[in-house]
């Protein structure tokens, strides 16, 4: 295998790439992997216990690719995109996504989530977490309806012109279930790995029950609800039919998710993933409240939705395929009407026992893994350097390194892992970073350069393997 390095801040090719963090590389093929990390001078967050991580987990991988691509992804969050200080004595941590310069309620809670089995080992770490927290319940405050926020209310969001309610806290107002969904996924596991409930405080409460709110409000049982949304675009899925209100629904019982994971427009408006994700949400909510003796009547609430939306999807989620048995549908209508196929963003299909959905020998979520990764999935691309999922957010034979990850991150498999891990070394460009989506024939045509959720996903994948199956990493 040939050596790769990019060095910073070189011209030694024309037309050299921008990269993680904004540091500008050039492509030199023949010298020693150097570390794509900003100096630490100028990474924006540095964790010793993070730092300490990778220098153990490199010493653990022969493969000195792989070593490498590791020691530049998995921190890249911490490097690249954290902007932490405290206000009103209370810490706050905003986490851009990358190379746009706006949080996600989803992509920050993802990109800080490999972390957190650290958190008691590191001080600053621990205020990081509590940071995001504070700032997600913020933001859920603002506007339960936003996907993602602008810093402030000076910074400028890029989709000022959308017809609807926009505030100038916001940067974009996609309605998507999971956005709600991460900010408790965060909250619980941080409370039950450090025990630590002083960020629950009346703020992050009331965000709990705007959630549930909200989460009532979409299933829209007595009118279209309270949320809708149109776009001067020449993009089909940036946009919502009906009058900005989506397709219709038959109220039964589940969510509406007016957008899916990716930004991208559902067709059938009760996207199964997220309400999949929505019901272990309620539960965990309904749990830290009963714990921390608040709101007992919002936790028997949460609960109750929770059970409803799961009666629901027993119901209406599941389909008999005409290949595959019994599996997930990834859209419905409450009709009859459903959509199969599945899409890489998170939350999919393909990874609910990921996200503590099921367990990975439910033989229907086998049977939908098996269909999700066959070519009766329309958004399965099978090219010359790798297999994956993409979907309609960036088109055609276009993989997301995302799925390959959740793919080895939901196998038990050693052969299957092994692979998926040598097409993320053959598919990162020479980079040393994961991308938004590469070419399944061209790994050096892809998007988005500084994509940090990707980044630090990939790190805990090598994460889970140096844990879990430390000869299997040791053999790539």
């Known amino acids: 295998m040939k050596r790769r390095n990019f060095l910073k801040n070189s011209m030694l090719f024309t037309g050299g790439l921008l990269l993680a963090g904004g540091q500008s590389f050039a492509l030199s093929k023949d010298l020693i992997y150097i570390s794509n990390r900003p100096k630490q001078s100028e990474r924006k967050f540095v964790s010793k216990a993070v730092d300490k991580t990778i220098n153990k987990i490199k010493r653990s991988i022969n493969n000195q690719e792989l070593g490498w691509m590791f020691e530049n992804c998995f921190p890249n969050t911490l490097d690249t995109t954290v902007k932490y200080s405290e206000i009103d004595g209370k810490p706050d941590s905003f986490v851009i996504t990358g190379d746009i310069d706006a949080m996600w309620l989803r992509d ?7 972390y957190l089995p650290l958190v008691e080992d590191d001080k600053d770490l621990k205020k990081l977490f509590r940071g995001l927290i504070n700032r997600q319940a913020k933001c859920i405050n603002i506007d339960p309806f936003a996907n993602a926020f602008n810093f402030d209310k000076v910074q400028k969001g890029h989709w000022d012109t959308d017809v609807t309610d926009m505030k100038p806290e916001i940067y974009e107002r ?11 996924r965060l909250a619980y596991h941080y409370w039950k790995t450090t025990g630590d409930t002083v960020c629950f405080d009346a703020t992050w409460q009331n965000a709990m029950q705007i959630i549930v709110d909200t989460f009532k409000d979409q299933q829209r049982k007595n009118n279209q609800g309270s949320y809708s949304f149109l776009r ?8 919502l039919p009906g009058v900005g209100f989506g397709n219709p629904i038959n109220p039964v019982g589940l969510i509406v998710s007016s957008f899916r994971p990716s930004d991208d427009a559902t067709l059938f408006p009760f996207l199964i993933p997220s309400n999949y994700f929505a019901v272990v949400s309620l539960k965990q909510m309904s749990e830290m409240l009963l ?25 209406y989620a599941i389909s ?30 393909l990874s609910l026992p990921y996200l503590g959905v099921m367990d990975l020998d439910n033989p229907i979520y086998k049977n939908t893994r098996n269909f999700v990764l066959s070519k009766s999935n329309p958004w399965f691309f099978k090219g010359k350097v790798a297999e994956g999922v993409g979907g309609p957010h960036v088109g055609l034979d276009m993989i997301w390194p995302m799925s390959i990850i959740m793919r080895a991150m939901t196998s038990t498999d050693d052969d299957e892992i092994k692979s998926c891990i040598e ?26 350069s500084w994509f940090a959720w990707a980044n630090t996903l990939f790190g805990e994948l090598i994460l889970k393997l140096y844990k879990e199956r430390p000869n299997l990493l040791a053999t790539i």
């Open 108 to 114: 920050s809670t993802a990109q800080v989530w490999p």
């Open 423 to 448: 097409m993320l070394i053959k598919t990162h460009a020479g980079t040393g970073f994961m991308h938004e989506t590469f070419h399944k024939d061209n790994p050096e045509k892809f998007s988005r």
């Open 174 to 184: 996609k309605w998507e279930i999971d956005s709600l969904c991460y900010p408790i």
């Open 232 to 239: 001067v675009t020449d993009r089909f899925y940036d946009n």
């Open 291 to 315: 714990s921390l003796g608040v709101k007992k009547s919002l936790a028997k609430e949460a609960k109750d939705l929770a059970k409803e939306v799961e009666t629901a999807l027993d119901k």
């Open 320 to 349: 008999e395929h005409l290949d595959f048995g019994e599996i997930m549908a990834f859209e419905a209508d409450g009709f009859g009407n459903q959509m199969f196929m599945d899409d890489a963003n998170i939350p999919n299909l």
